[in-house]
């Protein structure tokens, strides 16, 4: 991959200079847009590997942009807000961001959140030129034509609806789906108290992929929001 290209969109100079900074220390490229109109320009023209977003625009809400952009294009969305709301976040997650970082950030943590989403970049085209019928990622494997999962070189059997959401996290590995996202893919309507029996299910599919399901390995959870499938190399 050449140098990684970023849109920060940031209507507040400070945070945009100081983004700016962290990524000319990575050697990353980048513009910045300060409306949500330019930034959905630059998203067309520049064609950036991530976009940095920022919720409250003076012309549009974050929201609105990631749902225009999800319209046609795949790249990651890392939003970077203010709002910490648990509320805020499931809504950006669920219009289609990847990630969501909280204002005050740590520039290591920003870093560390580009760098997952880059990796995913670079997975999706790897994917895209190679037959997409087994997943694997660090010692866990899944054989989407035989249906079959392994762990360290080892079957093991899940039931439909754990298969199910294994190959549901796996597609998105790198990505926080929420709770709302898996319901509906995995039960089709979702309720408010389908969260439980979603928690259920999790913790079951963890005691067999995780070594330990205290300290998981692949499975993370975002406490109030949802789950990520964590990338191994
Ligand atoms: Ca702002």
Known sequence: MNKPQILIVEDDNAVASLIATTLETQDYQYKCAKTG??????????????????????????????????????????????????????????????????????????????????????????????EASVYENGGLKIDYAAGCVFLDGEEIHLTPIEYKL????????????????????????PTASDVQSLRVYMAMLRKKLEKDPANPQYIQTHIGIGYRMLRHQ
């Open 37 to 130: 109109a330019s930034a959905v320009m630059e998203a067309l023209t520049y064609k950036p590997d991530v976009m940095l977003l920022d919720l409250g625009l003076p012309d549009m809400d974050g929201v609105e942009i990631i749902s225009k952009i999800r319209a046609w294009s795949n790249m990651p969305i890392i939003v970077v807000s203010a709002r910490s709301e648990d509320s805020d976040k499931v809504m950006a997650l669920d219009a289609g961001a990847d990630d969501y970082l909280t204002k005050p950030f740590s520039v290591d943590e920003l870093l560390a959140r580009l760098r997952v989403a880059l990796r995913r970049v670079r997975y999706d085209s790897q994917r895209l030129s190679e």
């Open 166 to 189: 294994a190959c549901l996290l796996a597609k998105n590995t790198g990505k926080v789906l929420t709770h709302n996202y898996i319901l509906k893919e995995v039960w089709g309507s």
